[in-house]
């Protein structure tokens, strides 16, 4: 890595460690383990804990798709898992049992005896500068470079180059000058600049080598693993990429494929994509924004609510310590609703579902091009073999998912019948993790009950005018605290209900984690936001016959507007809580309170201080750098933070422009911490993001069912539309505020369940309004559901079904309109298939002729020996 500990003479001089002790074969892999310092007694230096795989601080001499890491695993795939062990950093811990001891020091050596079978070249550098810790460097040869090359299928450039057609006429003109026009935003590298010339690539085979160009064997698999490249490359992505002052500019995906490897540079990718897509989306939810803010004092029902002359007096919003209150009061709260309340969020609902589904498209079609610029078209998803022990039964390496190719252990696999347990288990314990959740928003929702009624006892004039507010804003704070304690404790047991299920290879591992994960994770981080939206305010009962939780608690009820305006500040607290806290601080906080950890373990101070003074290897000075955790905590904050644009957009039209933000901060934050702050993870070849592609597409289709409910069930967007279109005199909203209150006698409260002030006011209260479509007191049914409830609430799930079936269709239109695989990809690559046959052919014919004329030559010369 490129950190600021080493000046560039330093670092230059780091350099000679990359090398093995002839100076002539460079360092690809590099394993470390703990080793005896004379101080330490009876930790002997044979002694390690758990063998694990550690730093990558380079990798295998490899192709675009291969490297040192990517050879090691694979070939530990195909090998006996019994000696499928790797090493740790961790320092010597004491031994108690001398024979332990001898069994770790001998695993170690059966491992370091396999990689010599394999081919590998090993060299042990025991007299290191980092105090404990002893280093194994690994070369990878030519041969074992290839016959690797050709079991992992990886394609490779031939020797065979085309010309890449170009566009012409008036596109090839809006297109040099839609680039020149976005020049300043190009990172300065040259990976984004269009070059007419490629390389035709085929699958390599040591039977094939006549077709590609081995002029150059050094070089020939690419060199992001060789030492000259690898501090080079690091550097131009810490001043590309890994800087705030350039946020502004694209990233260079090509060159952080080219370093990290093609998952990671598809997330970067994937990243890259969503989040300018963002600055679409946050364009529109700002207008939308200040289209409400532009109309609010032209809402008829928000002026009725707010006209002084307005006396409508409302039913307490709790027992006995509240008391009666004017509507009036509420005019803030109606302005402010309105806001995210108006008849532009409907249109917002539907962009944003078509937004999604464009998103979806478009990183389909940026997928497929970065597979062809890659060269993995051809690469198939293989399944991959369980490792075998001994007996014959089946293992994986545990843990490989969160530390990013990292094994801290051997599973063993069992049967179907023998993992019937874990599968109960695995139900049983995601049922409780939810059941927690569920209890967190019910012990959250006493907790607003009860702080309300104590506020309303208040003497005091200032807590008793800001009762709704203060209740609202610390319940969302409780929450938001609660979900990221939950999230910390869910990833945990995700990650033990995963390894206790025993998957049975490592790409089921990571599904299976992710998919339990996302579950937990969603639900602990939406179910508040749920309660808020469809729930509060609905199962309340009414006036004299209220619904209670315990007998003592009554549900929650909505003041004039409140519901959507909790609903907002619910979803903003959250969101920008989690981006804030969870996305940055901890990504900043946790890895240096890690470091400093290691630094109080480890007797890491005085190294440091001589740190400096020292002419360190590379892999001595990345030895200290945090382990690289994996993917998954990476895209699982952008999935979340997804949910969060899309879900309840209707009611926080200004979601995706805090996400923007975020993102903005998140991309930079993210490149910084690759480079600088983590070891380099091993790179692994894939062609898309997985299962994470299927989980975007289910939180886009929910986000159209959800928005529609929002809109038909939360907003006053139907009661108005059936106001204004059923009963309304005139055509007009005015009136709409006295029709959705109801009437009730305050002489049919419940005995004890009365005001205590019933002079609240100044003057005696006879009647009282509360919000709900039910009969007058006078009426021959009182109380009753009236005929307006249900005209409304079929017209609600009318609604419902109609928004749902015009968005999906119109999201199948975009489907259809955006072809999965751009044209001219769709040409090269039929291109290549044709020359590549081509070349194979000629190459062959080329190849069989030099045997013939050999033969010939032969032929006639001993037909001239028989003549003489």
Known sequence: KITKALTPEENASCQHGLFLQDGQKRVDYILTYPVREPSEGRCSQRSEQRLTESTVTHSACHSPQIQGGDLQLHQLQRRDASSAVA???????????????????????EFEEKLRKMGLEIEKDEKALVPGVGFVKIHAPWNVLCREAELMKLKMPTKKVYEVKQSTGVVKTISSLVNKALELLHPHVDEHQQTSIKHLSHTFSRDKQHLFDLSDKDNFFDSKTRSSIFYFSAQLLYEEWANYSVFY????IGLVRKYFGEKIGLYFAWLGLYTQMLILASLVGVIVFLYGCATVNDNIPSMEICHPKNNITMCPLCDRVCSYWKLSTSCGTARASYLFDNPATVFFSIFMALWAAMFMEHWKRKQMQLNYEWDLTGLEDKEQDPKRGRDGSAFILKGTVAAGGTATDLIQLTSGRHRLPAYVTNV?????????????????????????????????P??????????????AIINLVI??????????????????EAPKNEQSFEEKLIFKTFILKFVNAFTPIFYTAFIRGRLVGRPGQYLYVFESYRAEECAHGACLMELCIQLSIIMLGKQLIQNNLFEIGIPKFKKLIRYLRSKQGSFIEEERKKKLHRYESDHFLEPFAGLVPEYMEMIIQFGFVTLFVASFPLAPLFALLNNIIEIRLDAKKFVTE????????????????????????????????????????????????????????????????????????????????????????????????????????PYEISKEFWAVLAVRLAFVIVFQNVVLLMNEVVDWLIPDIPKDISLQIHKENTLLVDLVMKEDRDKTRVPERGASSGTKKTYRNNNN
């Open 462 to 475: 200032t807590s008793r005018s800001h009762i709704q507010l203060t209740v609202k804003t610390t319940a």
């Open 483 to 500: 979900i990221l304690i939950l999230d910390e404790v869910y990833g945990a047991v995700a990650r033990w209900l995963t390894v206790l």
């Open 249 to 252: 500019k694209y990233q260079p």
């Open 87 to 109: 090493y740790v950093e961790m320092g010597c811990v004491e031994e108690n049992n001398n024979s332990q001891e001898d069994h770790r020091s001998l695993k170690r050596e």
């Open 678 to 781: 983590l070891r380099r993870p091993v790179a692994t070849r894939a062609k898309d993001i997985g299962i994470w592609y299927s989980i975007l597409r289910g939180v886009a289709l929910v986000a159209v069912i959800i928005n529609a409910f929002v809109i038909s069930f939360t907003s006053d967007f139907i009661p108005r539309m059936v106001y204004q279109y059923m009963y309304s005199p005139d055509g007009s909203l005015h009136g709409f505020v006295n029709h959705t209150l109801s009437y009730f006698n305050v002489s049919h409260f419940e005995h004890g369940k009365e005001t205590m002030d019933p002079l609240h006011l100044g003057y005696p209260v006879e009647v009282c309004r509360y919000k709900d479509y039910r009969e007058p007191p006078w009426s021959p049914s």
């Open 428 to 460: 049983v314990m995601m049922l409780l993790m939810i059941g927690v959740t569920f209890a967190v928003v019910f012990g959250v929702i006493l907790y607003r009950i009860s702080t309300q009624a104590a506020l309303y006892m208040s003497s005091s």
